[in-house]
């Protein structure tokens, strides 16, 4: 039987602060993350991403539980055995821009490469093929200070490719991009774990392409209240377990599954709704969670969900068409029918910014 990729038992991650004492940011957490798969983590700023995040990748120690990476305890690889299991890349733009793309990503044979860091022709084969993969083969000799943050960010992953791991960690890699470029890199990293069967997980914010792109989600909840301090215990200088755990037993701090399954399980409404945000089921948006005056929508799907989009902006609530309430019936873009209790017909209007402007008159 396989094992998985990365998996944390009974993990809490925290960080210290000095002379042995330490703060638990979360405890309890147990998630496992597959070849093939392209992992989104989930949460709000100050919520532990990049705490969580780092202890995977080793820059910091956990607080107690463990995190093993294919089958081994991460405190048993070597510093070198782990760069080439673990490929990591950080939100922190990149000081190379002295180098050029190729040298770049050639750094990413240095696991391979020994201390001298000469290639051979398998070494140059890999980072003209990890270039290929990612689409910047063409800016290969160009310096890294002349790319677009786009283009930077398709190197840095080249970089982790080059490297040849199994699992590849990322911390916001779309943090600074545009649209398209976080469509592009989505997309990406999604055919890359696919492709070349390996364990991908990024944090992000971006909750509308972690939806579409993503093999699995892990929500992470907020730390805050949660959050304690301890002193040192046992093992490597760090606190033991029963010095960091409580009596009272808590909701799990992170949930994981498909994308499909926590939005149609309450998970992902649960999850925004905690804080103070309303996840629509229908539309896949988040709103303030206030809502406004609810109006029926049913018709031609295309038409529908641009027609929910307009209503949400304008404080609607989009609802399935019921009795006592303004309805709008979606023939075609061209074509809305719009009626309301007061009236026994319904006016028909061209467009949708026509149908919001007849409601809005109506309020």
Same mark, same amino acid.
């Given at each position: 039987?396989?094992?998985?990729? +990365? #998996?944390?038992?009974?993990?809490? &991650?925290?960080?210290?602060?000095?002379? @042995?004492?330490?703060? $638990? /940011?979360?405890?309890? !957490?147990?998630?496992?993350?597959?070849?093939?798969?392209?992992?989104?983590?989930?949460?709000?700023?100050?919520?532990?991403?990049?705490?969580?995040?780092?202890?995977?990748?080793?820059?910091?120690?956990?607080?107690?539980?463990? +995190? #093993?990476?294919?089958?081994?305890? &991460?405190?048993?690889?070597?510093?070198? @055995?782990?760069?080439? $299991? /673990?490929?990591?890349? !950080?939100?922190?733009?990149?000081?190379?821009?002295?180098?050029?793309?190729?040298?770049?990503?050639?750094?990413?044979?240095?696991?391979?490469?020994?201390?001298?860091?000469?290639?051979?022709?398998?070494?140059?084969?890999?980072?003209?093929?990890?270039?290929?993969?990612?689409?910047?083969?063409?800016?290969?000799?160009?310096?890294?200070?002349?790319?677009?943050?786009?283009?930077?960010?398709?190197?840095?992953?080249?970089?982790?490719?080059?490297?040849?791991?199994?699992?590849?960690?990322?911390?916001?890699?779309?943090?600074?991009?545009?649209?398209?470029?976080?469509?592009?890199?989505?997309?990406?990293?999604?055919?890359?774990?696919?492709?070349?069967?390996?364990?991908?997980?990024?944090?992000?914010?971006?909750?509308?392409?972690?939806?579409?792109?993503?093999?699995?989600?892990?929500?992470?909840?907020?730390?805050?209240?949660?959050?304690?301090?301890?002193?040192?215990?046992?093992?490597?200088?760090?606190?033991?377990?029963?010095?960091?755990?409580?009596?009272?037993?808590?909701?799990?701090?992170?949930?994981?599954?498909?994308?499909?399954?926590?939005?149609?399980?309450?998970?992902?409404?649960?999850?925004?709704?905690?804080?103070?945000?309303?996840?629509?089921?229908?539309?896949?948006?988040?709103?303030?969670?206030?809502?406004?005056?609810?109006?029926?929508?049913?018709?031609?799907?295309?038409?529908?969900?641009?027609?929910?989009?307009?209503?949400?902006?304008?404080?609607?609530?989009?609802?399935?068409?019921?009795?006592?309430?303004?309805?709008?019936?979606?023939?075609?873009?061209?074509?809305?029918?719009?009626?309301?209790?007061?009236?026994?017909?319904?006016?028909?209007?061209?467009?949708?910014?026509?149908?919001?402007?007849?409601?809005?008159?109506?309020?």
């Amino acid at each position: 039987m396989e094992h998985p990729a +990365v #998996s944390a038992q009974h993990l809490a &991650i925290g960080y210290s602060l000095g002379r @042995g004492r330490w703060k $638990t /940011v979360h405890s309890g !957490l147990d998630f496992t993350l597959s070849l093939g798969e392209l992992t989104s983590l989930i949460g709000l700023n100050g919520a532990g991403k990049s705490t969580l995040i780092r202890t995977l990748c080793r820059f910091q120690p956990s607080v107690s539980g463990s +995190v #093993s990476v294919m089958g081994r305890d &991460i405190r048993e690889y070597s510093a070198h @055995g782990f760069a080439l $299991t /673990v490929g990591v890349v !950080l939100t922190d733009r990149t000081n190379a821009g002295g180098l050029t793309v190729r040298e770049l990503v050639s750094l990413g044979r240095q696991p391979h490469t020994g201390f001298l860091g000469r290639l051979g022709e398998r070494d140059r084969a890999v980072v003209s093929e990890a270039m290929r993969s990612v689409g910047i083969s063409y800016k290969a000799d160009s310096y890294v200070s002349e790319l677009s943050d786009g283009e930077r960010q398709r190197a840095m992953i080249a970089k982790a490719l080059a490297q040849e791991c199994p699992v590849i960690v990322l911390d916001e890699p779309t943090a600074f991009l545009d649209v398209s470029s976080r469509i592009e890199t989505m997309s990406l990293l999604h055919d890359t774990a696919h492709r070349q069967r390996k364990a991908i997980l990024l944090s992000t914010h971006d909750i509308d392409n972690a939806l579409i792109y993503s093999d699995r989600l892990l929500l992470l909840s907020s730390g805050g209240a949660g959050a304690q301090e301890s002193g040192a215990g046992t093992g490597a200088g760090l606190p033991d377990a029963a010095d960091v755990s409580s009596d009272v037993p808590e909701p799990s701090p992170i949930i994981s599954g498909s994308p499909e399954d926590l939005v149609l399980d309450g998970s992902l409404s649960r999850f925004f709704s905690r804080r103070g945000m309303d996840f629509d089921i229908r539309s896949g948006r988040l709103s303030t969670g206030v809502a406004g005056p609810e109006v029926g929508v049913d018709g031609d799907s295309l038409t529908v969900r641009w027609m929910a989009n307009a209503l949400a902006r304008n404080g609607f609530t989009p609802v399935l068409p019921a009795d006592g309430i303004p309805c709008v019936r979606c023939v075609s873009p061209t074509c809305l029918e719009v009626s309301h209790p007061g009236s026994a017909t319904s006016v028909t209007v061209s467009c949708i910014s026509q149908a919001i402007q007849y409601l809005m008159n109506l309020s």
